[in-house]
């Protein structure tokens, strides 16, 4: 199981300790990939000073080519992007009928920058906003079409699609397949207990694209989740999303929790 975090977790002010000094610090850890987080600055010019994270904007195509051989030099993959702009994107507009113009704009720049650093899946969701399963399915079509030029696989976060007002993690798992395009997905964010886990993982056979948790329980036994993600043939990273020191305890954790059974 490879194991990633995201670069966003670290408390470290970003004006001093910026994105490259979060990618050697995962390295050194031993993740093997680090998530990125996609969120505008709020200071739109020179380096970032307030957010960590990354926007499509400050990298031209030498910067992407250049943040994609700092990964290679450390060893380390990018699997993923999460574009957590739609959380503040939804304030300003929680219709998701109006969701085709300039949100529709920013998903497809960001597939863009996925595929320009490497990364094989976006993570994406719709923040607070809510509309009718026509507005939903032709938003997501229209994204995975554009996913799918770029090869690249749209995961939309399956823990809070509730929020859309259409249903649970089934209702989103059964659009995703009516829908039909390999490049669209589910990233699955692991809740309950861990046969709670395992079920989810079961129930996202065929769709799974992406895979997140919090920490790791040290006395919890993964071993129905492993064997779940093993079954539906799931070859992605298990991403921490967690912060703080819990960065550095959860690839101790995953080392040693998270390893499969001896074969028999």
């Known amino acids: 199981?490879?194991?990633s975090?995201?670069?966003s977790g670290f408390l470290e002010?970003?004006?001093r300790f910026p994105l490259e000094w979060g990618f050697r610090r995962l390295a050194a850890l031993g993740y093997d990939g680090v998530e990125l987080r996609?969120?505008?600055d709020r200071l739109a010019w020179g380096p970032r000073a307030r957010t960590r994270g990354i926007w499509h904007t400050?990298?031209?195509d030498r910067g992407r080519a250049s943040l994609r051989r700092l990964a290679d030099d450390l060893a380390l993959e990018i699997p993923s992007l999460a574009c957590d702009w739609a959380s503040g994107y939804s304030e300003y507009c929680d219709d998701l009928a109006r969701w085709d113009g300039v949100a529709l704009e920013l998903f497809r720049h960001h597939i863009d920058l996925a595929a320009d650093v490497g990364a094989r899946v976006v993570l994406i969701h719709f923040g607070m906003a809510r509309g009718t399963w026509d507005d939903v399915k032709s938003l997501l079509t229209q994204i995975a079409e554009h996913a799918e030029r770029r090869d690249v696989v749209v995961g939309v976060e399956d823990n809070i699609w509730h929020r859309t007002g259409l249903g649970d993690r089934d209702e989103l798992r059964a659009l995703v397949r009516n829908i039909?395009?390999?490049s669209l997905g589910v990233y699955v964010?692991?809740?309950g207990d861990v046969d709670d886990q395992a079920r989810i993982v079961a129930a996202s056979r065929g769709v799974i694209c992406g895979l997140h948790s919090g920490e790791l329980?040290?006395?919890t036994d993964y071993r129905p989740v492993l064997d779940a993600l093993q079954d539906v043939e799931y070859d992605g990273h298990w991403c921490f999303e967690v912060s703080g020191a819990s960065i550095d305890a959860s690839i101790r954790l995953a080392r040693r929790l998270l390893q499969p059974a001896p074969a028999r």
């Open 5 to 7: 975090a995201r670069e």
């Open 217 to 219: 329980d040290e006395a």
């Open 180 to 182: 039909g395009n390999r």
């Open 189 to 191: 964010h692991l809740s």
């Open 1 to 3: 199981m490879r194991i």
């Open 58 to 60: 400050e990298y031209d």
């Open 38 to 40: 996609v969120v505008p």
């Open 13 to 15: 002010p970003v004006s």
